[in-house]
């Protein structure tokens, strides 16, 4: 039997059901009867149907229903009041099949139900539409005037507005990113299923099974436990999962049309318009410092986009606000409303955008200085949150910045930018600091505890490829002291206890918190229901007078010991079960809790065709105490290759005549391949943080990912002289 402990570099606990196929996702179910979906989508930006033609359609082959906005069911809650009290999104909600609308291109008119997908598919081409086209915008800089204070959302200020003006040495300039794509690899997709009028199933590709289950149950107008999400398995979602979008409702309203088990999975052309994206940003950032590099003021103004019927809103001034110590500071968001989809989260959301500009103007302005860029940065160093004056719950910036420096070879970097070469290839180095929330939810866990010593611990959590089943299995084992053999995760279903969405680097702290108290509790109830002249030291023992360990209570000096399943049969218990629900104290309200990260980056940049290769990469983070050194390499790994993806060539890319994607597929919606990315350096701090939570972990899955950019950017200009504001970097832009 194996004892592991909280930081062992265990494989994942789900790894082999993945690898032999074992592992289903939401379209491989393969329900009795079930009939698969294919979403028809609009061909202008804005306007109305004036007429929908399904006849043909419905007469094809295999088909068994077409739904529209003039035959769909009534959605209850599409009529109710909007209630979105916590959401960064602000407004009422896509209502699929609502009315003849269209809000944007792509947008889903009709369901063509079929016994197959070719057929469902082939028919969804018979549909003939007519529309009252309107002129449409999708294009945030060209509508900048139109740009709006969101709801929900207050400016931030401190100190002198526009105080860098004054500045002996300042920095003035406009930095844009692109529109960015999730693209996981397994495409949206759910599977439904009625039980009668008011029960339903969904098999579904969701972050958050409880939102699943709470935004159905409110649509349809149904009791929260007669709706179940059911989602294991998710391939990839960063964000791009995190709420109820088209084909959710679509699989639900056809499943009730039909009475069969309805299946729809999104056509990858349609996850560019559909499900979420990371909006594009224009962002004025202005800096000033004294000669010595100290900062006197920072100017941000910071620009999003949305849709039509909703606010979306992301952190992009959240970087700034934190990472620096600056006396005075103002900034501003605003959102210009477009003819498109409502954007949403994305890995690292609004601070990736949002540090690009940071990390950016930082290194023009240690270049205006004519100082070190780390140099500059450690000067500036905030021994406290500038935001709101209060101390970090923890900080190892510094080492990153040490350990990342030394690692990387930073000192063997010539200042001068274009003075690094090897043949035809210029070479860069740049580095950039990220800073990203360490929050904590409210999560409810359930552990059961059988006589033969195995445990299994149950969560709604559901795990989109981190590794969060196999960190949880971990933590309860190491707190119970079970063996790993005999402990179990389960999770991905909302008839599970309560978890938050995995998202915003806080599972770990949230649901972890409550797998470590559970188990804390188990140990307790343990040693209450001990019995007999063994036990009777072990019930007076305190905390640290007890050993548990290997399936077994014990004292310390080992003069007596009981184990688990002893401890149940004294008592007939067929399972000891304790439910615990955890969420932070006051004590998180004193702190301002952070995650950190240094990144240094080296280019090489052809000097006659503009290619950039990336070199080199070391990663410095500091996440907190580090749960499985494997999983938590594994997700900077993954910010990294994203970075590279960003920095040099994700960009959506819509034709503004028609509204449209033109490289909606990965074809020409570039990502990056194995030879892309170079070895990645990963240096994990790997120490407690004290406030947080009870394990010392702080969130890991977004903070690689801000600054990256620039850092990148940064690197390109030491090795070509060129700045490159807007991403990403192509060699069009650097030749």
């Known amino acids: 039997m194996t004892q592991v402990k909280m930081g062992d570099p265990l494989s994942r606990v789900e790894s082999l059901l993945k690898v032999t196929g074992g592992a289903k996702y939401a379209a491989e179910y393969n329900l009795p009867n079930e009939a698969i979906g294919v979403l028809a989508t609009s061909t202008i930006a804005r306007g109305r149907i004036k007429n929908i033609d399904t006849r043909e359609a419905e007469r094809a082959p295999g088909v068994v229903a077409v739904v529209t906005h003039e035959n769909a069911p009534e959605i209850p809650g599409y009529s109710a009041s909007v209630d979105n009290e916590g959401s960064r999104v602000y407004g009422q909600e896509f209502r699929l099949f609502f009315d003849g609308t269209i809000y944007h291109n792509y947008q889903p008119i009709a369901l063509v139900i079929a016994d197959t997908f070719a057929r469902a598919d082939q028919a969804a081409t018979l549909l003939k539409v007519t529309y009252e086209e309107e002129s449409h915008d999708t294009d945030v800089r060209n509508s900048l005037d139109k740009a709006f204070k969101p709801e929900r959302h207050d400016d931030y200020s401190r100190g002198e507005a526009g105080a860098y003006k004054s500045a002996p040495v300042k920095i003035e300039q406009e930095y844009q990113t692109p529109i960015q794509v999730h693209n996981p690899m397994e495409p949206h997709v759910t599977t439904a299923v009625w039980e009668g009028d008011n029960k339903v199933t969904v098999y579904n590709k969701t972050q958050a099974t409880k939102i699943s289950q709470k935004e159905i149950a409110k649509s349809f107008e149904l009791d929260e436990e007669n709706v179940r999400a059911y989602s294991p398995f998710v391939g990839g979602a960063f964000g791009s999962s995190s709420r109820v979008w088209p084909q959710e409702m679509a699989a639900i309203m056809g499943a009730k049309v039909t009475g069969r088990p309805v299946q729809v999975v999104l056509k990858r052309n349609q996850v560019f318009n559909m499900v979420g994206y990371r909006p594009r940003s224009v962002q004025k950032f202005s800096i000033g410092a004294t000669t010595d590099g100290t900062l006197t003021g920072i100017t941000h103004d910071a620009y999003g986009s949305t849709s039509q019927y909703e606010q979306f809103t992301e952190r992009l001034l959240d970087p700034t606000k934190t990472m620096y110590s600056c006396p005075n500071l103002d900034s501003r968001y605003k959102l210009v409303r477009l003819d498109m989809s409502t954007p949403c989260w994305t890995r690292g959301p609004g601070e990736t955008s949002g540090s690009f500009a940071l990390e950016s103007a930082m290194d023009e302005l240690a270049y205006a200085l004519n100082m070190d860029p780390l140099a500059l940065r450690l000067k500036n160093y905030a021994e406290k949150d500038p935001e709101n004056d209060k101390p970090w719950s923890s900080n190892y910036l510094m080492e990153c910045y040490e350990q990342g420096a030394e690692r990387f070879g930073w000192s063997k970097r010539n200042p001068e930018p274009r003075s690094m070469r090897e043949g035809d290839w210029l070479i860069g180095m740049g580095m950039a600091s990220g800073i990203y929330k360490a929050a904590r939810d409210r999560a409810v866990v359930r552990a059961k505890l059988s006589p033969d010593g195995s445990l299994l611990v149950q969560s709604a959590v559901a795990d989109t490829g981190p590794g969060s089943a196999t960190i949880f299995t971990q933590i309860a084992a190491d707190v119970m002291g079970t063996a790993i053999e005999n402990t179990r995760f389960e999770w991905g279903d909302s008839t599970l206890p309560y978890a938050p969405g995995q998202f915003g680097s806080h599972t770990t702290a949230s649901v972890g918190s409550a797998v470590y108290e559970v188990c804390t509790a188990l140990k307790q109830r343990l040693q209450q229901l001990a019995t007999g002249t063994a036990s009777a030291a072990m019930q007076q023992a305190g905390p640290d007078e007890l050993v548990f360990e290997n399936g077994t209570m014990g004292l310390k000096d080992r003069s007596a010991s009981l184990s688990y399943g002893e401890i ?120 407690p943080d004290p406030v947080v939570d009870p394990m010392g972990a702080k969130g890991i899955g977004e903070i690689p990912l801000i600054g990256f950019t620039a850092a990148v950017a940064n690197a390109v200009y030491h090795a070509t002289g060129k700045r490159i504001r807007e991403l990403p970097i192509t060699p069009a832009k650097l030749v």
């Not at 067929?574 to 439910?579: C, G, R, Y």
């Not at 004590?587 to 240094?598: H, I, R, T, V, W």
């Not at 819509?654 to 909606?664: A, S």
Request: proline residues 3%.
């Open 568 to 687: 149940l049969k004294q008592q007939n218990l067929p399972q000891l079960e304790v439910i615990k629900e955890s969420e932070g104290g006051p004590l998180l309200d004193e702190y301002s809790s952070k995650s950190f990260c240094a990144n240094f980056v080296e280019v090489r940049v052809h000097a006659a065709t503009g290619e950039v290769r990336i070199n080199k990469v070391v990663s410095a983070v500091d996440a907190g105490k580090i749960m499985n050194y494997k999983t938590a390499e594994s997700q900077v790994y993954g910010s990294v290759v994203w970075g590279i993806g960003i920095a040099l060539m994700e960009e959506g890319k819509i034709d503004h005549r028609f509204g449209r994607h033109v490289n909606n597929d990965l074809e020409k919606y570039h990502v990056p391949i194995s030879a892309d990315v170079p070895e990645v350096d990963v240096i994990l701090i790997n120490k």
